[in-house]
């Protein structure tokens, strides 16, 4: 597919999604929601992608919705009629990955500005980086919105205190990479230059790993996260032994005892 508001470019078992609107600082029109929309649902069904990396074009990553063209409503929905699907019925996603739906990993590479609903890739991604440039805020109710599913999100990722803090004082209270690396916010400071070459060496990493392990001990932390201990500990078993039935699973401990490096096959 071509796209007008991202790039989407493979390389061997990864997808980079850049969004591509630096003039807006890759603010989220409904056209820019729809190609993300198409591009998550194009890596995650191409079985030759294993990986997918987001990262953001110019000095910005995402500075939530284009406030040009927010609706009534204040939220951006998509292109399509109003309520004509089970999405808009739902809390409005916005740019968020379908972290819940899809199994591939998702690895957000966060190169300037982040706010906003810009927010949902660093507390939704599964390995969160960013440039030493980077800077992290809501703006909210600067603007007469109430900052709703970017601020519950966060403020399951950072402490309370924090979340509140950032909600509150919108625009005005803006996080440094620094900041958001000491709160786990993000797991990685980088050199702002080696930001997209340091996050396809992480990808090779996690690639060089069993994909289908990879894909259920993902799923076994995230859906887990929304459960009782206990139960999450059985959905996880759920998980390893569904996939004690892949070839995979064969090969890693075969090619542990030849001393080789093993051949995913990924089935």
């Known amino acids: 597919m071509s796209y007008d508001t991202i790039k989407y470019e493979v390389d061997g078992h990864k997808a980079t ?7 807006a600082l890759n603010a989220l029109s409904p056209h820019m929601i729809t190609e993300l929309r198409a591009a998550y649902a194009e890596a995650e069904n191409d079985d030759r992608i294993w990986l997918l990396i987001v990262t953001g074009a110019g000095r910005a990553f995402c500075t939530g919705a284009d406030v040009k063209e927010i609706p009534g409503d204040g939220k951006v929905i998509n292109e399509r009629p109003y309520l004509s699907t089970y999405e808009q019925w739902e809390a409005p996603q916005e740019g968020t990955p379908p972290f819940r739906t899809m199994a591939k990993p998702v690895l957000a590479a966060i190169n300037g500005i982040c706010c906003g609903a810009g927010l949902d890739w660093v507390t939704t991604g599964d390995i969160v980086i960013a440039s030493d440039k980077a800077t992290f805020f809501d703006p909210h109710v600067s603007i007469g ?13 950072v402490p309370r205190s924090v979340a509140l803090r950032m909600a509150l004082m919108g625009k005005h209270e803006r996080m440094t990479a620094q900041r958001a690396y000491e709160l786990g ?3 990685e400071i980088v050199e702002h230059e080696r930001l997209l070459e340091r996050a396809h060496e992480i990808a090779d990493i996690v690639n060089s790993n069993a994909p289908l ?15 009782p201990l206990h139960e999450a500990e059985m959905l996880a078993e759920s998980f390893r032994e569904r996939n004690l039935h892949t070839e995979d699973s064969l090969e890693g ?15």
């Open 17 to 23: 999604i850049t969004l591509n609107r630096p003039d």
């Open 145 to 157: 919105l109430v900052g709703a599913r970017e601020l519950v999100r966060l403020g399951r990722v």
């Open 185 to 187: 916010m993000i797991s």
């Open 213 to 227: 392990a990879v894909r259920g001990t993902r799923l076994a932390i995230i859906k887990g996260l929304d459960l």
């Open 253 to 267: 401990p075969k090619a542990f005892m030849e001393k080789r490096t093993p051949e995913w096959q990924c089935r």
